[in-house]
């Protein structure tokens, strides 16, 4: 008889524990953000800070180049909150996806030259890639290969490199820097803040003044998000001085 107690008890108490989990599981809100893939560590870094003080919150992230994630988007992704590294990408998706009243020019970056780590070549600015045999760019729809048409464009460069086979595309910023690093390209054009203590890779040249639009990361909510509340909190949080702080260390220039 005691055993039998002993059993019922036990599995009155698992019982009782698995329903307290998975109420508390019912309770917490999970927000999905897309964010540019130049981005992907000082989220991942504030994400972590946030929930300590937001237990019910998860944070989900995908990271990408902005084009792919608007595309993502525009066809039925999952997505609460939108961090592009360029306006365009936030533009295109316009009103029918974004709630407008809550976008905000959340930060802005520096486009620059790098080369592999232990390079000895004469690269020094972004004219000097007339003499290069390859250069990682990313493409058409990566901000950061917009970026960089458009100062190779104002230095007259771009047809001599696009059409002389000297550009290796890439998906992303991240495979731009991991080409340069590899040493597979001579040069890469990449943010600022994707070069770290260990990428691998040093910066050469800051891109020529005026010679493209400024990097601008604009954030908002979306509008087919279900959790507008939570999502607004969360960009909210970005613009406050501990997030600030953890960005500017980075690299970047908070911009709110």
């Given amino acids: 008889m005691k055993k039998l107690l002993s059993t019922a008890c036990a599995l009155f108490m698992c019982a009782n524990i698995t329903a307290c989990t998975s109420n508390d599981n019912s309770d917490k809100t999970t927000l999905t953000v897309f964010a540019a893939a130049s981005m992907t560590e000082t989220m991942e870094q504030i994400a972590d800070i ?59 970056n520096k486009v620059v030259m790098i080369v592999p780590e232990n390079s000895n070549s004469d690269i020094t600015s972004f004219e000097d890639v007339k003499s290069v045999n390859l250069i990682s760019l990313g493409n058409s729809d990566v901000p950061v290969g917009q970026y960089s048409e458009q100062i190779f464009k104002s230095l007259g460069l771009w047809d001599e490199l696009n059409n002389g086979d000297k550009i290796s595309f890439a998906s992303n910023v991240k495979e731009v820097v991991s080409q340069v690093a590899s040493a597979s390209v001579d040069c890469g054009v990449v943010y600022a803040t994707d070069v770290t203590k260990d990428s691998k890779v040093k910066i050469v040249a800051d891109a020529p003044e005026n010679s493209c639009e400024p990097a601008i990361y604009p954030a908002a909510v979306l509008k087919t998000s279900e959790n507008q509340t939570e999502a607004q909190k969360f960009l909210d949080f970005l613009s406050q001085d501990e997030c600030k702080d953890i960005f500017t260390k980075a690299g970047f220039t908070p911009l709110t």
């Fill in 50 to 108: 946030y929930k300590q003080d937001n237990q019910n919150i998860d944070i989900e992230f995908n990271f990408d180049s902005s084009g792919t994630l608007k595309t993502q988007i525009e066809q039925g992704a999952v997505c609460d909150i939108f961090i592009s590294a360029a306006q365009k990408q936030m533009d295109e998706l316009g009103e029918d996806f974004v709630n407008t009243d809550s976008r905000v020019d959340l930060l802005e």
